[in-house]
């Protein structure tokens, strides 16, 4: 949670403006495409796919979770010559996608889009799971990172970080913050806030970051710390006023805001991350090739425009490197959880 990308040297001699992969030649992209072949090549020799990938989300439609995975699986869907198809199954801050993916057929046609909040937070804030974030699932790819943004309503008189903290402290508990849910990267980033910054607010969880966002526009809540994929569109429209973001440094996507740590609420720093699944026990040769058509996906010029827009970092990478990622995130966030004293739910 407070490490830089497992793939660290994506922001070395390639980032692009906004920390995604920096745009290629045509000819460098069918180099790239071809060395990824083999694996994806392999498998659809064998057959492989016959027939459409179903791809669940525990996230509802609209969301920028929703939105970035449709991206890249549109993209993917044209390598592997077969339709991806969306499923979502928001509730339980993902847990039900999750356990719906970890009971399905390990046959290549079910794909999971996992997030930070589902396997790196879920496991450390819920008492009992129904699956095991490790032994439940083959990694497949690392995605995409994204910092997080601190926003309020527009109305709410907090023109920064420190007139937000000043205010909510001389109102104790009236002050309402929005999550995506319970244990939700939304609902820890805004806890971290609130206890490192000394602050007593009311935590609001809805089902996902869109409905969330909706009530803070309209100012039902407070604020909300989200990613900046979900927001940006908000921000630049003049919906919703963004006052810091959550690295410890700024965003290439709103380099105009300072980030929170800067704004003395020091070592805050969080951000949020994505990627793809299957079942345990799906075929190796089957997982190589959705990483294939995954990493070819994010070389893509719509998905490194679409991450440009979003603020997202593309990562990309093995199978055995983000399942090696995903056992990191999972201590970190171990330490997050106990540090901002969530209950197990």
């Given at each position: 949670m407070h490490q830089l990308p497992y793939r660290s040297d994506r922001r070395q001699?390639?980032?692009g403006p906004h920390g995604a992969l920096a745009p290629m030649s045509r000819?460098?992209?069918l180099l790239a495409a071809a060395c990824g072949l083999p694996g994806l090549a392999g498998a659809q020799a064998s057959g492989y796919p016959q027939r459409p990938v179903r791809l669940?989300?525990?996230?509802?439609?609209g969301g920028?979770?929703?939105n970035s995975a449709r991206v890249v699986a549109q993209k993917m869907a044209e390598f592997l010559r077969q339709p991806i198809v969306v499923e979502n199954k928001p509730g339980a801050s993902g847990n039900i996608a999750a356990e719906a993916v970890a009971r399905s057929a390990p046959d290549g046609y079910t794909l999971?889009?996992?997030?930070?909040?589902?396997?790196?937070i879920n496991p450390n804030v819920f008492a009992k799971l129904p699956y095991d974030p490790v032994e439940d699932f083959e990694p497949v790819l690392y995605v995409s990172r994204t910092l997080l943004v601190l926003l309020t309503r527009n109305d709410l008189g907090a023109g920064s970080t420190d007139e937000l903290i000043r205010l909510a402290k001389s109102r104790p508990g009236t002050l309402s913050y929005a999550s995506a849910g319970p244990g939700s990267t939304q609902h820890l980033a805004g806890a971290l806030f609130c206890r490192q910054a000394g602050i007593d607010a009311l935590h609001v969880p809805y089902k996902g970051s869109?409905?969330?966002?909706?009530?803070l526009m309209s100012g039902q809540v407070d604020f909300m710390i989200d990613t900046i994929s979900a927001s940006a569109t908000f921000i630049r429209a003049g919906r919703l006023r963004a006052l810091a973001v959550s690295g410890l440094d700024r965003s290439p996507a709103l380099p105009?805001?300072?980030t929170i740590d800067a704004e003395g609420v020091k070592g805050y720093n969080v951000a949020a991350w994505g990627g793809f699944l299957v079942p345990k026990g799906t075929p190796a040769p089957i997982v190589q090739a959705l990483n294939s058509a995954g990493n070819q996906a994010l070389r893509s010029q719509e998905v490194v425009s679409r991450a440009a827009e979003t603020g997202s970092e593309l990562q990309g990478g093995t199978p055995e490197e983000f399942g090696k990622f995903i056992r990191r995130e999972l201590a970190s966030w171990k330490l997050a959880v106990a540090a901002a004293g969530v209950?197990?739910?």
């Open positions: 001699g390639g980032a000819r460098t992209l669940v989300l525990g996230f509802p439609p920028a979770t929703d999971f889009y996992t997030t930070s909040t589902i396997h790196g869109s409905p969330a966002l909706t009530d105009q805001l300072p209950p197990k739910q």
